[in-house]
T-cell receptor, first 110, second 111 residues
């Protein structure tokens, strides 16, 4: 079984819709992260959480929100999706200063 | 603000060649540097992690070096194979526990 899982793996939605991307981990790590990847830009940090009660904005948090429901679960929400949020989204955990990534969610906003 | 640059953006080589991928960063105050591999439609696989106090790390045909003072790292792949075709990403970890990524190098190894 994968250590970091993301659901859904692919999603197509329309402008203005609310959408939630979910991340679960079985590694027991406290630290979790959400990134987005756009062609030619590498990965950029959206939000990160060092434990259930500690959530922080990353480089590009506008238009996104997160929820850390438990140590193992970290969800990313787009309250009103817009086309420029079309991207590949990755969840990651961190332990001993090494990060471990999920398989990604490909989101398309029409 | 830390910025990471990877050169070249894309590289195509015949099978069996040795090759070098380059990564540079603007702020030498890093905790570590990590090289990842990304296959199309897949997540990131960690290849090598170099602590800021280290000069290099090796794993099989891969060797990564780090020169923190000059803000550079290289990933050396020996005897390249078609299965090495992927995007290679370099990322530096800041002391705020954030990873800053380069845009990646797309590698194609032709058989």
């Amino acid at each position: 079984d994968a250590d970091v899982t993301q659901t859904p793996r692919n999603r197509i939605t329309k402008t203005g819709k609310r959408i939630m991307l979910e991340c679960s981990q079985t590694k027991g790590h406290d630290r979790m992260y959400w990134y987005r990847q756009d062609p030619g830009l590498g990965l950029r940090l959206i939000y990160y959480s060092f434990d259930v009660k500690d959530i922080n904005k990353g480089e590009i948090s506008d238009g996104y929100s997160v929820s850390r429901q438990a140590q193992a679960k970290f969800s990313l929400s787009l309250e009103s999706a817009i086309p420029n949020q079309t991207a590949l989204y990755f969840c990651a955990t961190s332990f001993n200063n090494e990060q471990f990534f999920g398989p990604g969610t490909r989101l398309t906003v029409l | 603000k830390q910025e990471v640059t990877q050169i070249p953006a894309a590289l195509s080589v015949p099978e069996g060649e040795n090759l070098v991928l380059n990564c540079s960063f603007t702020d030498s105050a890093i905790y570590n540097l990590q090289w990842f591999r990304q296959d199309p439609g897949k997540g990131l696989t960690s290849l090598l992690l170099i602590q800021s106090s280290q000069r290099e790390q090796t794993s099989g045909r891969l060797n990564a070096s780090l020169d923190k003072s000059s803000g550079r790292s290289t990933l050396y792949i020996a005897a390249s194979q078609p299965g090495d075709s992927a995007t290679y990403l370099c990322a530096v970890k800041t002391f705020e526990d954030k990873l800053v990524f380069g845009a990646g190098t797309i590698l194609r190894v032709k058989s």
